[in-house]
């Protein structure tokens, strides 16, 4: 028997065990055994709950327990998460994560951890939630120089910009809708200001280069400054606009990370992901360009990502181990010398001052007494020159994706 034991038993922590119990033959089936939830660590009692009598205060309870192959992390945070995280490898037993701020900060680490106690790191659902990429780039694109890798990687905020495109509503009233479905937090700083994304992105970049992002570096704007008059303009142009991870890896290996709103247009794919869906494309030397669609987050979902790091753990032991990266830090391209379109919104009184500082502006949109207009495309510093000189009359701007 296949003995797990599941850290915090939070809203993913009690999924996995949802998970596991519900589908325990498909579970048991693909892992090769019969496979068990031993205990639950968590601060808390739940008294009346199903699995009670499975919850456990101390984590010595499961870390001196032999019988204990595989934990499904499910904590948060870099704290406990961690220290227990690493105690459990070094006890060689395999760690299936959820958490995107630990293995954002130490997935190098543990990997090797992992490596060096003949066990393994999983961490899919710290991603995407249930949509397979980490795997799929550490398997079927293996043939693969990845080049770029982008997409909508926070569904709290993709909701926001979709309502606030199909309603006509403001950042603030759509937000507190969001809060109120439970898509966003009571506190909802790390969806709407892109730091979730970050952590998400660094791990794709980690993945990508085999060298180490650090998530605080990464370029981060959220969707804060998006307003309804620029959703208006945009879709006028035949525009959505995403809260985008966007990572590129240059010829000489340097990578570029950022997290930012873009323009996309309505006839890519990815102007159609809405709601709390996320999609990633990833692009390789050969390949092209290839996409990932689903849930990237909710209880299910992640769990079901979690227990599919189970099974592969089960089964594979540490030969599953997806391609680690080491902890030198990744040379980093000048995002000042990236090329971009910009979308720039205006008075429509001072559109013909504010064009006359960009050369070879392309598209223009009026609505109200606004104006919106898509430049040629010039490097981040060149706009930003220009942008300086008319920054009185602009009121926003936002990047263009293609």
Known sequence: MIQVA???YGTVGSGVVEVIDR???IVSDNSGDKVNVKYILDLRDFPGDPNESKIVHDVDVILNDDEVSIICETMGGVGAAYKFTKAALEKGKSVCSS?????????AELIQVAKAHGCAYLFEASVGGGIPV???ITTALTA???TRIAGILNG??????????????DFADTLKIAQDLGYAEKDPTADIEGHDTARKISI??????????DSDAVQTEGITKITSSDITLAAKAGYSIKLLGLASRYEDDSVSTMVAPFLVAKSHPIAGVNDVFNAVFVTGNMLGETMYYGKGAGKLATASAVVADVIDAARKGSSCMYKGWDETLAPAASLADAEYRFFVRCASDDADAVKALFAGVQESVTEGSETGFITSKMTQSGFDASAAKAAAMILGSVRVYE
Not at 156 to 169: C, R, Y
């Open 6 to 8: 599941v850290f915090g």
């Open 144 to 146: 693969e120089r990845i």
């Open 156 to 169: 709290t905020t993709n909701f926001i910009l979709t309502k606030m495109e199909q309603d006509g509503a």
């Open 99 to 107: 958490n995107k701020e630990l293995v954002a900060k130490h997935g």
């Open 134 to 136: 980490l795997r799929t």
């Open 204 to 213: 794709l970049s980690d993945i990508m280069s085999g060298h180490f992002i």
């Open 23 to 25: 589908n325990n033959s």
